[in-house]
């Protein structure tokens, strides 16, 4: 992900659910549902199927192996596409669904940004609108929904988290279906009238309506005003401005800030905006913004650094980095495979591990390695540092009996990298506010800095 694109990071889902289970009926229901999936538009047919591996698609193969897409009291079938765009199509038949839901579907595309692109919008949309077209030929419909993945995840919708929720008007979508039950409950001429670009009805008693002519727009002031309308319109319970005051806070999630990470530590910063959904992302932006490390203390003057007191200086290099390395990566070798590698780019990789797995302070087990607390990670941790100081920036070690004490001379300063490691483990958040990235960088600048 790019830096600028931070609060891009969203997905577009269409979800339609079924009161029949096909997979139920009589006559074979399975041929039913790939007929539907064979009939999807090319730009969303999918090519193969997920057990374990993926598969490529064929009616053979799924008639053949059916029963290993069984997952506990359900049949699950996920369907994905080779090429671009990324679009994964999930399709649920639970055994004990609700009586609105024996039959679930849902189709996420990836970046949602794809049905902004220029010329792309008006197509997308249309292929969307045929795809729900095409299951209510097939199927009864008794809910379905398309639009952003983020914003319908800030919504009320209860279906975020269950599939099985009652189907009632939660939020005025891009595109929204209501099944006869629903169209019954609302009034079908309440339903026919909603403030909307596009009102349809499908076949079986179910309507269609389109809050915009595009999902593109979902989060403009104009789309906000559109589903506030709707929504009031069909939940008379709701107030206009309220509503809308509703819908524009959860736009600013959308909405681009600044980022102004502190360069040493912004790696680190933003694998922790990376692994968060789009709604934490923007939060932690705005807290890692303000957010700046204590100065780098762990050094003195070269020529205030104490001579080595080791017997042989070369046999402790040797120890630093050969045999507190190779503990390093024995232990952190899969949390961080980056270590593997050798380079300094693995520094910012573990720096953010021992600040998300909470290293710094009690150690957390289940998090990390089982070979005892956080005393074993501190030399190899201090030697790691050491060495790119050495290696990177033409640095001298310094070895002394007392660990903390070695030092690695680049340039006119003398840095404590095993100081600087026990630093890092004397509280939680301590991984990140003595981080060995920013030491190193620290470092490099004035290495930098000295040699023009």
């Not at 049949?75 to 609700?98: A, E, K, M, N, V």
């Not at 189907?167 to 595109?175: F, G, P, Q, S």
């Not at 009034?187 to 008693?205: A, F, K, T």
Request: some cysteine.
């Amino acid at each position: 992900m790019h830096h600028n694109d931070w609060n891009k990071a969203d997905d577009f889902t269409l979800q339609l659910y079924s009161p029949i289970n096909p997979l139920e009926r009589e006559h074979d229901g399975l041929d039913e549902v790939l007929d539907f999936v064979e009939s999807l538009d090319a730009a969303l047919r999918p090519g193969r199927v997920y057990l374990s591996r993926y598969l490529k698609y064929s009616r053979q193969m799924l008639h053949k192996r059916l029963n290993e897409f069984r997952y506990g009291a359900s049949t699950r079938i996920g369907f994905s596409r080779y090429l671009p765009p990324d679009i994964h199509l999930g399709l649920s038949f639970p055994d004990q669904g609700s009586e609105d839901t024996r039959f679930s579907l849902e189709l996420t595309l990836k970046p949602f940004s794809i049905v902004r692109e220029e010329g792309q919008r008006e197509e997308y949309a249309h292929r969307f609108v045929s795809l729900v077209r095409s299951f209510a030929q097939r199927f009864p419909i008794s809910y379905g929904l398309a639009h952003s993945y983020t914003d319908f995840f800030l919504g009320s919708d209860p279906h975020r988290t269950s599939t099985r929720q009652p189907k009632r008007v939660y939020e005025a979508y891009w595109l929204n279906v209501y099944g006869p039950r629903m169209v019954e409950e609302l009034g079908r001429e309440r339903l026919m009238s909603v403030p909307s670009v596009h009102v349809e009805q499908l076949p079986g008693g179910a309507v269609m309506w389109l809050s915009r002519h595009t999902p593109a727009d979902f989060d403009s002031e104009e789309a906000r005003v559109a589903q506030a309308r709707a929504l009031v319109h069909l939940r008379p319970e709701l107030k206009l401005e309220e509503t809308l005051a509703t819908l524009r806070q959860r736009s600013l999630v959308f909405t681009p800030i600044p980022v102004e990470f502190d360069e040493d530590v912004a790696d680190i910063l933003w694998l922790k905006v990376e692994a968060l959904g789009l709604p934490e992302q923007r939060r932690n932006v705005e807290r890692f913004n303000s957010y700046r490390p204590p100065p780098v203390t762990e050094w003195l003057p070269a020529a205030d650094v104490p001579a080595s007191d080791v017997d042989d200086v070369q046999r402790e290099v040797d120890i630093y980095e050969g045999v507190f390395l190779k503990r390093l990566i024995l232990m952190l070798h899969k949390q961080v495979p980056a270590l593997e590698e050798g380079s300094v780019d693995a520094l910012p990789r573990l720096d953010y591990y021992l600040w998300r797995s909470g290293r710094g302070g009690r150690p957390t087990p289940e998090e990390g390695p089982t070979y005892g607390d956080e005393e074993l990670l501190i030399p190899p941790l201090g030697a790691l540092l050491g060495m790119h100081l050495v290696h990177s920036l033409g640095g001298r070690w310094v070895p002394r009996r007392k660990l903390e004490e070695s030092a690695v001379v680049v340039g006119d300063r003398a840095w404590l990298p095993f100081l600087r490691a026990r630093h890092a483990f004397q509280e939680r958040g301590a991984p990140l506010d003595y981080s060995c990235t920013q030491l190193f960088r620290v470092a490099q600048r004035l290495a930098r800095a000295q040699a023009h």
